[in-house]
């Protein structure tokens, strides 16, 4: 019987990306609706690192519109793609 072959790495992964995508690429064989999830899975890998490094850069707490602390709305941006993220890898 031949081996079945990985899915093609798809362009413009990052690092985070490319790592998700080898892993579960080299150890499972996946159909296309999976082979397409773990695409989003693999992207939005790299957003979160891209997201990670922007929230290190800035201040998690910002004026509100009476001048009171508030939570940075970026916080809200990165949980709701992190939740995103991890509702692709259960679907896998």
């Known amino acids: 019987m031949p081996e079945e072959e990985s899915p093609k790495l798809p362009d413009g ?3 985070a990306g490319r790592q998700l995508w080898d892993s579960v690429a080299a150890s499972f ?3 296309a609706g999976e082979v397409e999830i ?3 899975a693999a992207a939005t890998a790299d957003e979160i690192v891209l997201l990670e490094a922007e929230l290190r850069r800035s201040s998690l707490v910002v004026a509100g519109y009476a001048g009171q602390p508030r939570p940075s709305g ?3 941006s990165g949980g709701s793609r992190v939740n ?3 509702g692709l890898v259960w679907r896998l």
């Open 13 to 15: 992964l990052e690092t």
């Open 29 to 31: 064989v996946l159909n």
């Open 38 to 40: 773990l695409r989003q």
């Open 74 to 76: 970026r916080l809200r």
């Open 84 to 86: 995103f993220g991890a």
